[in-house]
């Protein structure tokens, strides 16, 4: 199939852009790895297609008063091989290689990936544990969404119609942070059946501020807060047993051997927190 017609505008300007998305039916075009295919299967035709990438600017990765910002342009595989990456947001540098294949990471945006906001994806998840934030620029300025107030339903988040997301934010990680993260997918780069992407920091011979964002369980990632306080107490049975989900059936599994599999992959990650033990 081919996409529906659609009228097409290069955006050189954050303002031409939001300016340009007052339009009936129009939408931003970041990588295309998302989007591209909707359009081709007719999921979804606008009117009018506005591509994002001539922007300058909007690309990047820097630390920033403590916090690593990566400009929503920025390329998967940019921040996968980013040094910044690797030393201040190491969670994001371990989720990278299980979004999709390298030819698609070449295209994809971090900011297309947050924004399209599928509940299976690996970078929402990691927004969420690090407790991220979100630039967005709109019609009346700039302002700025914590994750936990971003994610708001299915495909549903804190962008408004006329809204572009132009970077996210973590918190830098220091040397008492510690991150884990695994999923379980049918084969290498599907979108996950359920992941875990978690960061805490070390408190002794425990960890505290524990962070547990669980994906392909619902909506939206979903934060398990009864598991956190129980892992925060050292016993990684109880957090299993504490898992707060509740996670639908969906084509790829039941919501039974969905909840099953979350508390897999919490030992897994849970003794990942703990290894890296200074
Ligand atoms: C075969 C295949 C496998 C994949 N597997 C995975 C996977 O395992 N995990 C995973 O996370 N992803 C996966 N993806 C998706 C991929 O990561 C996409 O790149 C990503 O979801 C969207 O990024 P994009 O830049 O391509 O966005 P686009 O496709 O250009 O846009 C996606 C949506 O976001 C909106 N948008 C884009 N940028 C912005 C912005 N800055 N502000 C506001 N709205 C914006 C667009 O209007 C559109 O609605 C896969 C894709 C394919 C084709």
């Known amino acids: 199939m081919k996409p529906a017609p659609f009228a097409y505008a290069r955006a050189t300007t954050v303002d031409e852009a939001?300016?340009?998305?007052?339009?009936?039916?129009?939408?931003?075009?970041?990588?295309?790895?998302?989007?591209?295919?909707?359009?081709?299967?007719?999921?979804?035709?606008?009117?009018?297609?506005?591509?994002?990438?001539?922007?300058?600017?909007?690309?990047?990765?820097?630390?920033?008063?403590?916090?690593?910002?990566?400009?929503?342009?920025?390329?998967?595989?940019?921040?996968?091989?980013?040094?910044?990456?690797?030393?201040?947001?190491?969670?994001?540098?371990?989720?990278?290689?299980?979004?999709?294949?390298?030819?698609?990471?070449?295209?994809?945006?971090?900011?297309?990936?947050?924004?399209?906001?599928?509940?299976?994806?690996?970078?929402?998840?990691?927004?969420?544990?690090?407790?991220?934030?979100?630039?967005?620029?709109?019609?009346?300025?700039?302002?700025?969404?914590?994750?936990?107030?971003?994610?708001?339903?299915?495909?549903?988040t804190a962008l408004g119609p006329q809204d572009i997301l132009v970077a996210v934010r973590v918190p830098a990680a220091g040397k008492d942070t510690r991150v884990g993260f695994a999923e379980l997918a049918r084969r290498h780069g599907d979108y996950a059946i359920v992941g875990l992407a978690a960061s805490a920091k070390a408190d002794g011979n425990g960890l505290k501020d524990v962070r547990l964002a669980f994906f392909g369980v619902g909506a939206t990632p979903v934060r398990a807060k009864k598991a956190e306080v129980a892992l925060a107490g050292g016993d990684i049975e109880a957090a299993v047993t504490a898992l707060d989900l509740d996670p639908p059936d969906d084509v790829q599994a039941s919501g039974a051997v969905k909840k099953h599999l979350a508390g897999v992959l919490l030992r897994r990650v849970a003794r990942q927190l703990m290894e890296t033990r200074a």
């Open 18 to 156: 939001v300016a340009l998305l007052d339009k009936p039916d129009a939408r931003l075009l970041a990588g295309g790895q998302s989007l591209i295919a909707t359009l081709n299967m007719r999921l979804s035709a606008p009117a009018l297609l506005i591509d994002i990438n001539g922007i300058g600017g909007l690309d990047g990765i820097a630390l920033k008063d403590g916090a690593l910002e990566i400009g929503a342009l920025t390329r998967h595989a940019a921040a996968e091989h980013s040094e910044e990456t690797a030393q201040h947001a190491p969670l994001i540098a371990l989720a990278m290689p299980h979004i999709a294949h390298p030819a698609i990471r070449n295209r994809g945006t971090i900011g297309g990936s947050i924004a399209f906001a599928d509940p299976a994806a690996e970078l929402p998840a990691c927004l969420l544990a690090l407790g991220g934030e979100v630039d967005i620029a709109g019609p009346n300025g700039k302002r700025t969404v914590k994750a936990d107030d971003f994610f708001k339903g299915l495909f549903e």
